[in-house]
């Protein structure tokens, strides 16, 4: 009896760290769009609409022949599928979702992937996912796959004013791998069979008495960190928006932000989900917002 009541105790405690978990989450989640009905989010603290960028104007996102919704296709339902590289780039505005401010900027961006990047990605690079604002030389977030290497690199990178990161002038790819403000991963699980889950966070962007950093996570697991470098942008509030779609063939679903930064064991639960983020919308703190 004893055996069994320490069992049902054990199982009890595992139940409740898991429940407190995914309720910590779902208070920290700003923007959930499954892509189960469209290109709008499910869930926003914003705007739940999805746009694109056409000249000054942001006009409603609809699909084309580069960006179509894919019924049953996703990790979750349905899903983003990109068959050629084109210019739709589905926009989200950050206005309440992102969080961007000059004084201390955290945050976290969840996504799934599924492509062959060394097969189906066209030359020249990708950007699956970028945090944008008003001039790339301010500031500029964003997951790339390389456009030169065999196998292509998978990275992510934070950069801040380009004074800060190339004060020579060098370009991107003239500067030495220690010297830029990204993780790099040289063979990540990528595939066309199977789905990849990629996060990457946002700590104390801008906090000038602290240590900025950024991490990136695949499939729960840490690849790296971004930390020692001067990580200070000079993006107008007001102008900062998250893009999908940079020249990416492929499919992407579950695109999910927080309001700081993940913890490795959060990464992980989110990886683990069994519904996917709709599972955090089911919490109260989900549902009262």
């Known amino acids: 009896m004893n055996h069994l009541l320490s069992a ?9 760290s898991i429940t407190f978990g995914n309720e910590s989450l779902s208070k920290s989640l700003t923007l959930f769009a499954s892509f189960d009905e469209g290109f709008s989010a499910d869930y926003s603290r914003g705007d739940k609409g999805c746009y694109l960028n056409q000249g000054s104007e942001l006009v409603p996102c609809v699909e084309n022949d580069e960006a179509k919704i894919v019924k049953n296709e996703g990790r979750f339902g349905s899903a983003i599928h990109f068959p050629k590289k084109g210019t739709t780039r589905p ?7 992102l969080g961007y401010n000059a004084d201390s900027w955290s945050a976290s961006v969840s996504l799934w992937l599924r492509l062959n990047p060394d097969e189906d990605l066209e030359p020249g690079y990708c950007d699956p996912v970028q945090i944008v604002g008003d001039d790339t030389k301010k ?5 790339e796959w ?9 990275r ?5 004013l380009i004074e800060l990161w190339d004060p020579q002038g ?8 220690e010297t830029r403000p990204m993780v790099r991963v040289l063979n990540a699980p990528f595939s066309r069979h199977e789905w990849t889950h990629a996060v990457f966070t946002l700590d104390k962007i801008n906090e000038k008495a ?15 960190t971004i930390e020692g470098f001067d990580l200070t942008f000079g993006w107008d509030p007001a102008s900062v928006n998250l893009v999908l779609g940079a020249a990416y063939v492929g499919y992407q679903d579950e695109l999910a932000v927080f309001d700081r930064e993940l913890t490795d064991e959060e990464v992980r639960q989110l990886y683990e989900l069994k519904g996917g983020v709709r599972d955090l919308l089911m919490t109260e ?3 009262k917002r």
């Open 139 to 143: 500031g500029f977030i964003f997951l």
């Open 8 to 16: 049902l105790a054990l199982s009890l405690l595992f139940t409740s």
């Open 170 to 177: 060098l370009g991107w790819e003239g500067l030495p791998d």
């Open 210 to 224: 602290g240590k900025p950093s950024g991490s990136l996570y695949l499939n729960g697991r840490k690849q790296g």
């Open 285 to 287: 703190s989900v549902v």
């Open 146 to 154: 390389s456009k030169d290497h065999t196998p292509r690199h998978f």
């Open 91 to 97: 926009l989200y505005p950050g206005k309440n979702v």
């Open 156 to 160: 992510y990178a934070i950069r801040p």
